[in-house]
């Protein structure tokens, strides 16, 4: 809507402003001093015009195509102007960030942005046990990790499962692993056993019904013993029920994620609060080792030979 003051309005304010002056020079005035005692300054001047309200106006100027509301290649304001610098600065900071992600000065930058550790820093990764001088317990780098394997209650694709995490595991460790076969022993043996040479690491699928480690929502749990500083033996007990439904759904993927997870905590990652990594204490996307296990991994396998 537009709108406009028209003449017949002005006309009246005219009149209006003749009357009032009229008025006031009816009034009477003092010659000398006011009732007060102060002088009174005798009116020699017009009053000034009354205050006009001034309206606005709003319309739309129709662009190179004629269409209603939409602009045309008018002169951008400077406010616009100063937007779209703002706008092209952020983006332009943000890529910054994310593609030096890797260098110390993005970190300060991810600070700044909030993006730091509270979000997990994608190297993040934590050790099981550590000695007296904060150097994480590692297993031998020269000597192979023995195992055996219970497959009982097994799935039946459990050979290829287990084949490619232990892989996964060499390759991000260095370490070797050694198969020593199959054997009937149970989850509550323990591994140390009465002689001077510990049992191989037991790989077997329980229960959770026998397996009490295994209640609730858990689909494996692993650790390792040390003696003298260096990791000698372990376990991995995976859920069997659990396995067995992935294997129903075509989740080998899946079965591997897992098995890699416990594998972690056999060469003596621990869980971190970082959903990047794999060793995030449940299952979330992540299929494969991040690089904070990665970074983990790598610091485990160069222990000492011993």
Do not use: K
């Not at 006009?52 to 319309?59: D, E, F, V």
């Amino acid at each position: 809507m537009i709108l406009l003051v028209s003449r017949e309005s002005r006309r009246e304010q005219r009149r209006w402003q003749r009357e009032l002056e009229a008025e006031l020079r009816a009034l009477p005035t003092y010659e000398g001093e006011t009732l007060d005692g102060g002088d009174v300054a005798p009116l020699s001047r017009r009053l000034p015009t009354p205050p006009r309200r001034r309206l606005g106006r709003r319309s739309h100027r129709p662009g190179r195509t004629g269409q209603l509301g939409r602009p045309g290649r008018g002169r951008v304001s400077s406010e616009r102007r100063r937007t779209v610098l703002t706008v092209a600065v952020t983006v332009a900071v943000i890529a910054a960030v994310f593609t030096a992600s890797l260098t110390p000065l993005a970190t300060a930058l991810r600070g700044v942005l909030g993006l730091g550790a509270d979000r997990g820093d994608s190297s993040t990764y934590r050790f099981l046990a550590t000695d007296a001088l904060g150097q994480p317990v590692r297993w031998s780098s020269c000597d192979p990790i023995r195992y055996v394997v219970n497959p009982t209650n097994a799935p039946d694709g459990w050979r290829d499962t287990l084949d490619a995490s232990l892989a996964a595991v060499s390759d991000a460790t260095g370490l070797q692993f050694d198969d020593e076969g199959v054997s009937s022993a149970s989850t509550t043996t323990s591994r140390l056993g009465p002689g001077d040479r510990p049992d191989p690491v037991l790989v077997s699928w329980a229960d959770p019904r026998d397996e009490p480690e295994l209640e609730g929502d858990i689909v494996g749990v692993a650790g390792a013993a040390s003696i003298g500083g260096i990791y000698q033996t372990g376990s991995v007990i995976l859920d069997a029920p659990a396995f067995d439904e992935m294997e129903r759904r075509g989740e080998e993927g899946l079965q591997r994620a897992v098995l890699m997870h416990e594998l972690g905590h056999l060469v003596g990652l621990d869980h971190v609060d970082d959903r990047r990594q794999l060793m995030y204490p449940s299952t979330t996307v992540q299929m494969t080792f991040g690089p904070g296990d990665l970074t983990g991994l790598r610091i485990l396998g160069e222990g000492p030979c011993a």
